[in-house]
């Protein structure tokens, strides 16, 4: 059983990946097509009426200039773009879980585990959290990106 569920996940995050980069390829191809290049219309700005006592008001206190917003570094705007580790780390979770799973059932049985197993299952762990904290950076990227 753990054999099976063990290649079952690889074979379900071998099709994941091979899946994932057949999108990421069609996206691009489909970007490149003529015509893809238009952009939307995009809404007209709603516009606020004038109030004359809110611009008296404002006179009459010290006016501050506001600050303007810098743009998103290099990296930032980056991993903005970058919209494949949240998906990743989901399914590393999901592996882990299970692999954790088969390992637990493996020490009920009366031979030992492969010590490879072991450290099989600690580094998918650990791969998963790595995939994790790279979609949050990655969503922090985005909300950045889009202020």
Do not use: D
């Amino acid at each position: 059983m753990a054999y099976l569920l063990v290649m079952g996940g690889l074979a379900l995050s071998v099709c994941f990946t091979l899946g994932w980069g057949l999108v990421c390829a069609t996206r691009w191809l489909a970007g490149r097509l003529p015509g893809a290049g238009r952009q939307p219309p995009r809404r007209a700005a709603r516009r606020v009426p004038n109030r004359p006592r809110a611009a008296a008001r404002t006179r009459a206190r010290k006016t501050t200039p506001a600050k303007t917003p810098t743009e998103p570094w290099r990296l930032t705007r980056w991993l903005a773009q970058w919209r494949s580790p949240l998906p990743l780390g989901l399914l590393a979770l999901l592996l882990y879980g299970g692999s954790r799973l088969a390992e637990y059932g493996m020490t009920f049985r009366p031979q030992a585990a492969p010590g490879e197993f072991h450290g099989l299952v600690s580094s998918l762990g650990w791969a998963a959290a790595a995939l994790l904290i790279l979609a949050g950076l990655n969503l922090l990227a985005l909300w950045r990106c889009r202020r």
